[in-house]
């Protein structure tokens, strides 16, 4: 029977906590909000550990009332959709995987609440643990893309806008690397320190790990209420308070990146309106900015009241993937990514979290994350911008590069 307990701990015991975990369990799932202020909050700071894994499918053969934490994979929408993926994968991921969690910690300021058969053998255990040193090396990183074909492919997608084909894409970019050692800790701790971000993940299942940075949420239910809160809309931070306020002024103002946002949040609705109650939904924050370390965000808020009949299968399949990450229309835009992107998307634009036995749960979007293989000793990572009609080539590129920027420095040795 599981038992809960609640520990004092110092600074330094969750790296112990995840690097104690990563070689005795199979899979592991730690999300931390940082102290950042997001309508609604970001994630719960919560560790889960597990022993099996389950597809989206096989889900309706558990128990509502176990927790279970997962992965969806951008792929699994040519199960909802006629659809293919027939881009080569940087990393082979699969389409979706979950597990039900045999030892869980929740976090609360300078305690951890652990829930486990024996808490206080555990939480012993983990204290007394000493970490082996380190032995990640930079990793040898490549871009997929060159500038160049960046550039062309987006003046390719403006002309599919022109002809009135689509209104928006979102078009990534993907970088990859090869290394001989590396430690997922280290590199997730660096990411977290250089880009901190209230839906950033530490995801191991076997040999493939996520370590994400995301600042976006793609849905989270609470009750009856499902809220979505689709990003569009980025800028640099200034490097002096009236800097920073004028560069958000900009972003604020200008007439493309509201162009960009209130075209997913029209998305967004008519997704959950799928399995929402007629009537019931609602914009709550249009075109709210939002300002991380690095990078100032305009992010909006659209919620609905669920049908009581939809599960959560249902509603994944009415609504990935996220609107944020494909554009609009959603599957013609989807075909086209397939078009202009060299690269299977696989865990990258998808989605991590975690559903509670009262059949909430909270999901990001997987963005300014790194894909890692560590028995392919390689791993990749993209980011991408939304193409508008009178979006700038040039501009759009040095926005991506702006995205990466925290994944090379974490990656550094």
């Known amino acids: 029977m599981e038992k809960e307990k609640t520990f004092t701990i110092g600074p330094d015991w969750i790296d112990k906590l995840l690097a104690w975990a990563e070689h005795r369990f199979p899979f592991i799932a730690y999300f931390h909000p940082h102290p950042i202020s997001f309508p609604y909050g970001g994630f719960d700071h919560l560790f889960f550990a597990g022993e099996k894994s389950y597809t989206l499918a096989q889900l309706k053969n558990l128990p509502d009332h176990v927790e279970k934490v997962g992965i969806l994979g951008y792929d699994l929408k040519n199960n909802f959709e006629q659809l293919h993926s027939q881009n080569p994968p940087l990393v082979e991921c699969a389409e979706s995987l979950f597990f039900v969690?045999?030892?869980?910690?929740?976090?609360?300021?300078?305690?951890?609440?652990?829930?486990?058969?024996?808490?206080?053998?555990?939480?012993?255990?983990?204290?007394?643990?000493?970490?082996?040193?380190?032995?990640?090396?930079?990793?040898?990183?490549?871009?997929?893309?060159?500038?160049?074909?960046?550039?062309?492919?987006?003046?390719?997608?403006?002309?599919?806008?022109?002809?009135?084909?689509?209104?928006?894409?979102?078009?990534?970019?993907?970088?990859?690397?090869?290394?001989?050692?590396?430690?997922?800790?280290?590199?997730?701790?660096?990411?977290?320190?250089?880009?901190?971000?209230?839906?950033?993940?530490?995801?191991?299942?076997?040999?493939?790990?996520?370590?994400?940075?995301?600042?976006?949420?793609?849905?989270?239910?609470?009750?009856?209420?499902?809220?979505?809160?689709?990003?569009?809309?980025?800028?640099?931070?200034?490097?002096?308070?009236?800097?920073?306020?004028?560069?958000?002024?900009?972003?604020?103002?200008?007439?493309?990146?509201?162009?960009?946002?209130?075209?997913?949040?029209?998305?967004?609705?008519?997704?959950?309106?799928?399995?929402?109650?007629?009537?019931?939904v609602q914009v709550e924050e249009l075109f709210g900015i939002y300002s991380f370390k690095r990078i100032s965000q305009m992010i909006s808020t659209v919620s609905s009241t669920l049908l009581e009949t939809v599960t959560f299968e249902d509603i994944i399949a009415k609504t990935f993937p996220m609107g944020s990450m494909t554009g609009a229309p959603k599957i013609r835009c989807m075909e086209l990514i397939d078009q202009y992107e060299n690269f299977r998307r696989g865990w990258f634009s998808g989605a991590i979290g975690y559903i509670t036995p009262e059949q909430d749960f909270d999901f990001n979007v997987v963005i300014r994350s790194i894909v890692i293989d560590k028995s392919a000793r390689k791993l990749f990572f993209a980011v991408g911008s939304a193409i508008t009609y009178d979006a700038d080539p040039f501009q759009e590129y040095e926005e991506c590069l702006l995205k990466a920027q925290p994944i090379f420095e974490a990656l550094e040795n």
């Open 101 to 280: 969690p045999t030892l869980k910690v929740a976090f609360k300021t300078n305690q951890a609440i652990i829930s486990h058969h024996d808490p206080l053998q555990l939480f012993d255990q983990i204290s007394r643990f000493q970490p082996s040193p380190s032995l990640h090396e930079a990793p040898i990183i490549s871009s997929c893309t060159t500038k160049d074909t960046y550039i062309n492919h987006v003046k390719q997608i403006q002309k599919h806008i022109i002809e009135g084909d689509i209104y928006e894409m979102n078009y990534c970019m993907a970088f990859e690397g090869r290394f001989d050692s590396l430690d997922a800790v280290q590199v997730y701790s660096k990411l977290g320190e250089i880009s901190p971000m209230p839906f950033s993940t530490f995801f191991k299942a076997g040999e493939k790990y996520v370590i994400g940075a995301s600042p976006e949420r793609f849905l989270k239910k609470i009750g009856g209420k499902i809220i979505a809160q689709p990003i569009k809309g980025s800028i640099k931070r200034g490097q002096s308070v009236e800097e920073d306020e004028q560069l958000v002024q900009e972003l604020q103002s200008s007439e493309k990146e509201r162009a960009e946002n209130l075209m997913i949040v029209d998305l967004m609705r008519n997704d959950l309106a799928r399995v929402s109650k007629t009537g019931k």
